[in-house]
């Protein structure tokens, strides 16, 4: 078939790119804590709670949503999770207009999570088939967008919240997301078998592996091993994000009166959020230089020295700098992941075994951020917590150690 008979490979990047900004804006939940609490009398756990159970939705639906995928199609996917996500979102803002936290329970925790997930997996696995010369820069950039979606979503929000309240301004977001992404859904179509694109040929004996099924790949102990390793470097980072407002918060004068503190610290996590996925970018992009492991190794190995610093520093430039480096290398795991299974287990059935993976998302968006803050609550400060990491990280090195591709497909990829 003749390459002009294809569809635009960059215009369904772009739509791509446009569902990730939309679904990212979950990272932004934070935001509406606050506001729920104070009109409601709900504790900090309470609404926290709802984060929680979306992620833990996300994990699952990715699962099925990639099994779908290879079986239906990457459309029905996208578009079932544009309207989950954006119903799920409408539902939130009558569940606050009603005052009840079983319906936002409901709405944004069971609802929008499955749209998450849904809708997570359907760019990912599609354009890793599309790009296949370009699979770290492509994953980077569709990530790139979820990244920056809570900067969306927090720079936006505050000013909506207060001007005509949280359930309006979740019924303004919910439309948007219905439209934008059940719209860039329809963009989303595989390439036919044996696609590759105008002038680009791959590497020899690579076009030969058509790519392994999900019981072959979870048969195997790459499977597992990339499993861990996503699973350890969302641990550590997210982590990071769930406590980094009250640590910014603790190293600020004590002069400075609480309103203060919290808008610089808002003025901080903006700032992280930008090289959050600023992060994904470059490091998907390096990884289709210097290989998708060399880059877990570097992100194991110096995201290590960086908490271990961050716990014994008490100067807010050089808690931003570490913070800041840390909030890349989070963003850097999530983008070059995809790319790596892809690599590994081939591009015919990477919808449901990247789906399957994610259940390392939902693993670590629970346990991570609990963790971090049962040992600050009981150490009395972040710094045990810190070094725990540290040393986790420095430990998971071995990960990309022993993820070595076998012989006869090292030099087919791109995974060394």
Partial sequence: MAEKTYPNRWLIALAGIVMQICLGTVYGWSVFTKPLMAAHNWSNADVTLTFTIAIGCLAISSAVGGYILDTKGARIVATIGGLLFGLGTIITGFGDQIGSLAVIYLGYGLICGLGLGFGYITPIATLVKWFPDKRGLITGLAVMGFGLGSLMLTTLSPGMIASMGTAMTFYIFGGIYLVAVTA??????????????????????????????????????????????????????????????????????????????????GVILGVFAIINGLGRLFWATASDKIGRRTVFIILFIS???????LATTKDMTVFIVLCSYIYACYGGGFSTMPAYAADVFGTKYVGRIYGWMLTAWGAAGIIGPMLFARIRQASGNYSEALTITAITLAIALVLPLLAAPPKAKAANSRVA
Avoid: C, D, H
Wanted: charged share 10%.
């Fill in 303 to 309: 995201q290590a020295v960086a908490f271990y610093l």
């Fill in 184 to 265: 860039a859904a329809q963009l989303m179509v595989e390439p036919p078998a044996g696609y590759v694109p105008a002038g680009w040929s791959p590497p020899v004996g690579k076009a030969a592996a058509v790519g392994m099924t999900l019981g072959e790949a979870v048969g195997s102990k790459y499977f597992y091993l990339l499993w861990a390793m996503l699973f350890i470097n969302i641990t550590a980072g997210i982590a990071l994000i769930s406590q980094a407002s009250p640590m910014a918060q603790e190293l600020m004068p004590a002069s400075m009166s609480v309103a203060e503190k919290a808008t610089r610290a």
